[in-house]
Structures are given as structure tokens and as C-alpha cells.
């Protein structure tokens, strides 16, 4: 009997590990087409601002644009109808606030009630022009014709270089300024973390004595513990001003803050993992390498580096991992201006920051809502190539063994 309840109590406790294992997996799936099911719709939208009309005279041959097209036109960088696939006449733009152009308040009504009516008379009867306004203005009768934007394709949306998801008539939903902007911070990160933290991990793995390295192990572990805003305040504060003065630059929030802010919250991962694989180099390696006459710092660079490569490049990846995810330090030191990088002393926008600082301002459902999801994919698949890679590289250190 006590056979039996104990061999029933083991199969409750793997029954509900099971359930655990099979509740998380699920959740982790559920999110991740949730987040693919709103981001990918953005591919089937027109890019044309939340609740907007963009119409033109019956007789424009004109039928579909595409959004830098309207954003050419309306920013009179494209002034004839020719240019376009038109007729050959100049282009007029019109939007609601230049309605008493045309026409008195008596003729608009005390309420704006004849509104509608207007507009459908103005477009009507001005074979040229382009009317932007509320979709709520578009009467029944409507005569004229809307133009159809082009559906935002996943080259324009990958390739465009310019980021406006709220101007109007018709929004720029271009990512690579962002992707180049996340890629350039955390390479900078990197570029300063890992010869930092490869260097201290040698000191701690091979150099510190036992109460040194019991004393500096926890403290820098500690550091991974402090929340990201505090290194975004203490770049705000003492580093953003520091590179303002030393380089001359009219703003101090740069990619070489958000990097060496970056490659400060990387430290500790770097240095952890990349400890801990060097600390696994068997003794009898090192004595042999010491017995040939090899000197420390030649033991330390011809055999324990070599050995633990697997591990350092492991600990590299993740702390690329967590300098592309990162997003409250960032959004505080960078700039945010979505432009393409070509240096480290210029204001930049990530992907994690855009995603932290607009998506409380986008309405839900809207192809600026949409939009962010699709960065948010975006962020995914690349931190996804960053686990798989730490997946690989440590399947390769255990072929090595």
C-alpha cells in the first residue's frame, strides 16, 4: 500500500510538470502568432493616415499612387500630373484647412453641416486637384474618385528609409534606419564590452587570487541586477553632457552613448559566462603547458583561450542578445531619430525604443499599431538568430570535448 500511494504521488508530480512544460510551450507559441497575426497585417493595408481620403476629379486618369508618391506631391516636390502618369498640367493640393479658400462660412453652414457637399463641389469642378480629408466629410454622392494607395510591400517596408507612421496624407513606414540604428548600437556595445569583460574574466579566471575573485565575482554579477533606467539616468546625466563637450557635437544623445551604456549592462554576462568557460580548462593542460617552459600569460593565451573559445564566443552572443533587446536606457541616451548611422557621434532611433515610445500613442488595430508589431517581429527573428547561434556554438564546444 505504501508502494502504491508513493508510485501515485510520482506519477501526480510528473503529471503536473507535464502540464507546466505543456502550459508554457503553448503560451510562448500563442504569443508568438499573436505577434506575427497583427504584424504581418500591416502588409495588407494602404498607407494612408488613420481616417483620411485622398481624391482627385472624375477625369484624372491618376487611379493609384504609392505613399512617397502623395508624400512627393503634397511637399510640391512633384508639381505636374505628367510626372506621375497624369496629363500634363500643373498639380493642385488641397486639405480641409484650406476649405475657406473657396468658400464663406454662410456657404459652409453655421455647423459645417454643407461640408460634405462642398468638398464633392470642389473636387467636382478642378480637373487638377488632390484633396486630403476626414473620411467622416465624404458625402454619398461623392464626385469625384478615391485614390487607391499601393499596399505597403515587404520590400518598401524593409528598405524604406524614412520613418513618419503619423503624418499625413499618406504615412512612411520605412524600417531601415531602425534595424541599422539597433545593429550600430549594439555593435558599438560590443566592440567595447567584450575586450573589457574577456580581459576581466582573465583576471578571474587565471590572475586574481581566491579572495579577490570572491569578492569582485558577486559585485560585478550585481551589476546585472540594476535596473536598465539607472544606467539610463547615469548616461543622461554624467555621460550624455561628457560626450557633448569632448567631441564639440550640438547634442550629446549619440550611438556612442547608447553603446558604451550598452556594453556596461553587458559586462556582467560577458564576464560570467566567459569566467566560467575558461574555469573548465583541465589543470592537467595548464601544468603541461607550464612544464614545456611556456611562461603564464603564453599558457593563458596559447591553451586557455583556444580551449574555452567556444564559451567566449557563447558569452559575445549573449551579451549581443542583450544589448539589441534593451530598450529604457537606450530610448534615454540615443537621440531617437530615425536616420540611417554613419558614425557614432550622430542621435540614432532602435527598434526597441520606437516600439517603447510610440505604442502607447497608436491606435489599436491601425497600420501604425500594426507597424510596431511588425518591428516587434523584426526584433524577434534577429534575437531568434542570436539564440540559435549560442545553440550552435555551444554544440560545437561539446563536439570539442
Known amino acids: ?86 496629363q500634363d498640367a500643373p498639380i493642385k493640393t488641397f486639405r480641409l484647412d484650406d476649405i475657406t479658400d473657396y468658400y464663406s462660412e454662410e456657404q459652409l453652414g453655421k455647423d459645417f453641416e454643407l461640408l460634405p457637399q462642398r468638398l464633392s463641389e470642389l473636387v467636382s469642378k478642378e480637373p487638377n486637384i488632390i484633396a486630403f480629408f476626414p473620411d467622416e466629410y465624404l458625402s454619398k454622392d461623392f464626385q469625384g474618385h478615391q485614390i487607391k494607395l499601393e499596399n505597403i510591400s515587404a520590400g518598401d517596408f524593409l528598405g524604406g528609409t ?7 496624407p499618406a504615412v512612411q513606414m520605412g524600417v531601415l534606419p531602425l534595424i541599422l540604428g539597433t545593429l550600430w548600437v549594439s555593435l558599438g556595445a560590443i566592440l567595447i564590452a567584450l575586450p573589457l569583460g574577456l580581459a576581466t574574466s582573465i583576471y578571474l579566471a587565471e590572475i586574481a587570487s581566491k579572495r579577490v575573485r570572491n569578492t569582485m ?34 547634442v550629446g544623445e549619440t550611438a556612442l552613448a547608447g553603446s558604451i551604456i550598452l556594453g556596461i549592462m553587458a559586462l556582467p554576462t560577458i564576464i560570467s559566462v566567459s569566467d566560467d ?46 544589448a539589441i533587446g534593451e530598450t529604457m536606457a537606450v530610448l534615454m541616451v540615443t537621440g531617437n531619430a530615425s536616420v540611417i548611422p554613419t558614425t557614432f557621434l550622430e542621435p540614432v532611433r532602435t527598434i526597441p525604443a520606437t516600439i517603447a515610445a510610440e505604442l502607447g500613442e497608436a491606435p489599436q ?35 570539442n570535448r
Open 277 to 322: 568557460a575558461m574555469r573548465t580548462t583541465p589543470r592537467a593542460m595548464k601544468e603541461a603547458s607550464l612544464a614545456l617552459g611556456a611562461t603564464k600569460w603564453q599558457t593563458i593565451y596559447k591553451v586557455v583561450i583556444p580551449y574555452s573559445i567556444s564559451g567566449i564566443s557563447t558569452a559575445a552572443i549573449l551579451g549581443i542578445g542583450r
Open 162 to 168: 524614412e520613418w513618419y507612421p503619423t503624418i499625413s
Open 1 to 86: 500500500m505504501k508502494r502504491y500511494f508513493h508510485n501515485f504521488g510520482e506519477r501526480i508530480i510528473e503529471g503536473i510538470l507535464t502540464l507546466s512544460g505543456a502550459v508554457t510551450s503553448l503560451t510562448v507559441v500563442l504569443i508568438v502568432v499573436f505577434l506575427f497575426k497583427e504584424g504581418l497585417g500591416i502588409f495588407s493595408q494602404q498607407p494612408i493616415a488613420e481616417g483620411g481620403v485622398i481624391a482627385v476629379n472624375n477625369q484624372n486618369p491618376v487611379k493609384q499612387l504609392s505613399a512617397k508618391e502623395v508624400k512627393e506631391i503634397f511637399d510640391e516636390n512633384i508639381k505636374n500630373w505628367k510626372e506621375i502618369g497624369g
Open 365 to 399: 488595430g491601425g497600420i501604425h499599431f500594426q507597424a510596431l508589431f511588425a518591428l516587434g517581429c523584426i526584433l524577434f527573428l534577429m534575437t531568434l538568430i542570436i539564440n540559435v547561434s549560442v545553440d550552435l556554438v555551444s554544440a560545437k564546444k561539446k563536439e
Open 217 to 250: 565575482k558577486p559585485v560585478i554579477e550585481l551589476l546585472a541586477g540594476i535596473p536598465s533606467v539607472v544606467y539610463g539616468f547615469f548616461g543622461l546625466v554624467v555621460l550624455v553632457p561628457l560626450i557633448q563637450e569632448m567631441f564639440g557635437l550640438p
